[in-house]
């Protein structure tokens, strides 16, 4: 795959159509979802024996515009992992600095 096919192939992969979705649309509410959308690339050179070329996005739900009645409401998506996540590292900075605390007042006595 040479350099310019992959750039194609990148600019046609990060578009507006991957960040925002097809509309859904029921009983007068339309759905736009969209998407955070990162991505890259990279390749070789035009060498005889071999050449080399990657290409690789993630894309990730963000949320949904809603048109509903003429106005327009952004619906974020929740993102249970990164909430748990979050949770879990807060919990443990906490019993971390609940035992350094202790250990200090006993050492004071």
Known sequence: MKIEDL????????????VFGEPVERDGVTVVP???VLGGGGGGQDLPEGE??????FARPV????IERGRVRWVPAVDVTR???V???A???CL??????????????
């Open 7 to 18: 750039l194609t192939t990148l600019r046609t992969a990060v578009s507006a159509r991957a």
């Open 34 to 36: 969209a998407a955070r």
């Open 52 to 57: 080399g070329a990657g290409l690789g996005y």
């Open 63 to 66: 949320g949904a515009f809603v």
């Open 83 to 85: 909430l748990v996540t």
């Open 87 to 89: 949770a879990g590292a």
């Open 91 to 93: 919990v443990v900075t």
């Open 96 to 109: 971390l600095t609940h035992r350094g605390f202790v250990r200090a007042k006993r050492r004071r006595g």
